[in-house]
C-alpha cells in the first residue's frame, strides 16, 4: 500500500503563489504517471495537470502558464508550483500516483482558499 501525504495548502490572496507537495516514505515514483487533481464545492473532481513517465507535462486550460508540474527523483516528491493564483482555484487538490488501473493511490488532499 502507497500512502501519500501531500502539504502546502493554505489561504492566499489573488495573484498570490503557493507549492504543494506530494510524498510517499519508501516509495520510489519510477514508472508512473503523477497527477494533481482539484475539486471544488459542488464540482466533480477535475485534472489540474500530469506529469507522464517521460517526464513530459500536460495541463488545463484554466492554469496554463501558471501552474508547473515537476517531481524531484531523489526526494520522492511530486509538486505542483501555482503562481498568480486565482479565486476560482479554490479547491482541495489531491494529488494521485497511477502505475496501473489497479495501482493507483491518492493523498487525502489539501485545501487551497484563494482570497479577492
Known amino acids: 500500500q502507497v500512502q501519500l501525504m501531500e502539504s502546502g495548502g493554505g489561504l492566499v490572496q489573488a495573484g498570490g503563489s503557493l507549492r504543494l507537495s506530494c510524498a510517499s516514505a519508501?516509495?520510489?515514483?519510477?514508472?508512473?504517471?503523477m497527477n494533481w487533481y482539484r475539486q471544488a464545492p459542488g464540482k466533480q473532481r477535475e485534472l489540474v495537470a500530469t506529469l507522464t513517465t517521460g517526464d513530459g507535462a500536460n495541463y488545463a486550460d484554466s492554469v496554463k502558464g501558471r501552474f508547473t508540474i515537476s517531481r524531484d527523483t531523489v526526494e520522492n516528491a511530486l509538486y505542483l508550483q501555482m503562481d498568480n493564483l486565482k479565486p476560482e482555484d479554490t479547491a482541495v487538490y489531491y494529488c494521485?500516483?497511477?502505475?496501473?488501473?489497479?495501482?493507483?493511490?491518492w493523498g487525502q488532499g489539501t485545501q487551497v482558499t484563494v482570497s479577492s
Open positions: 494521485n500516483v497511477r502505475w496501473s488501473k489497479d495501482y493507483d493511490f
Open positions: 519508501g516509495t520510489r515514483f519510477g514508472g508512473a504517471v
